[in-house]
């Protein structure tokens, strides 16, 4: 048996994650850390809340005392963490929080943690820890002269891309807070030999995941025929992972990947905001059958502020050292996407009443 300790386990990737190792290992346990904030749920877990070998704490990253007594408790071989603020538009509204938990917090986890498998020599014995990054970190690409009709670029070989090597530059209060943590991480393994590893993915997509984002917030609207806001010209272009592939990536990296490496996870699957958006209309008047969810329901709103244009990651690393690549084609998770939200209404619902509410009406208010 080897434990794992998640934190944010409740969230979105965090919860996929717990799903994928429980039902992927017979011999792998999980202890999940989560605050429950706004975007933590354990309505995501209610399949595996009985399973013998899954726990659930109910706890801030940024509590030394908590975390000390779930790592004494616990002895977990793998510590992942996935606990942050997520989402670009709440950090330029309300950054502090987002330095608080993302930077603060992951320094609080590595202090506890190297306290914790300290083995008296100045080693760590087999413990790893890995941390969830993103490709924010790298800032923004030009978008390529010549594209396809869904904005990818027309000529791969000869396009930019992100790779571990690409400097650090990140433009929006979110992207900075998770670059920080991320040199706080390396820092540790570099003047402690701290046994930590760096994942940086790109924009996933999948069950569990909170209609404030892209690709769930445009289908709950859509089937709620409900404007759906495009920002700015809609030809930004995010480069997007069915979220299982991105589990299995991090499973992949906690195991086998280098120690003090980083390992960038992406998809090569590039598509423009409104490619994704008129997809979104398509499938889902597919599914329904409904006739009134179609394109008169785009609106284009205001810019995001400091809105990076183009990611697109070189998942390069990853492929030749540790085997992976992803799986899951656009258009087969989209359709998978769009069903698990038709199919689980309660679940929609129960996210997007109270707070939400209020939170949608605001930030949608000015734009
Ligand atoms: P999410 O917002 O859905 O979930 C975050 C989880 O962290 C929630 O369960 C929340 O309750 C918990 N949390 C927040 N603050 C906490 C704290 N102080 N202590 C303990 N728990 C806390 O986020 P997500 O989209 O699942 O992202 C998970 C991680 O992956 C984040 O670190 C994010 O930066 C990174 N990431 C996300 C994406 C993406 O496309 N969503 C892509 C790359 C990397
Ligand atoms: O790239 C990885 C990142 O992907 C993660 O690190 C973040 O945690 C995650 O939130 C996501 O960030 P983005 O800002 O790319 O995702 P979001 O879904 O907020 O927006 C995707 C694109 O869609 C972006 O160009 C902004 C645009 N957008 C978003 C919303 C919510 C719209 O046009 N309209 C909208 O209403």
Known sequence: MSTWLVTGGAGFIGSNFVLYMLRTYDDVRIVNLDALTYAGNLENLLSVQDNPRYTFVHADIRDAQAVADTLAAHDPDYVINFAAESHVDRSIANPGVFADTNVMGTVNLLNCCRAAWDDGTGGFGAHRYLQVGTDEVYGTLAIPEALNADGSPADPEHTDYFREDTPLSPHSPYSASKTSADLFVKAYHDTYGFPAVITRCSNNYGPYQFPEKLIPLMINNAIHHKPLPVYGDGLNVRDWLYVDDHCKAIDMVARDGRLGEVYNV??????????????IIQQVREVTGDEQVSEDLITYV???????????MAPDKIRAELGWYPQTPYEEGIVKTIRWYLDNPTWVEHVTSGAYQDYYERMYADK
Not at 266 to 279: D, F, L, P, S
Not at 302 to 312: E, F, L, N, S, V
């Open 266 to 279: 992406g998809g090569h699957n590039e598509r423009a905001n409104i490619y994704i958006v008129k997809t």
């Open 302 to 312: 205001q810019d995001r502020a400091g809105h990076d244009r183009r990611y697109g």
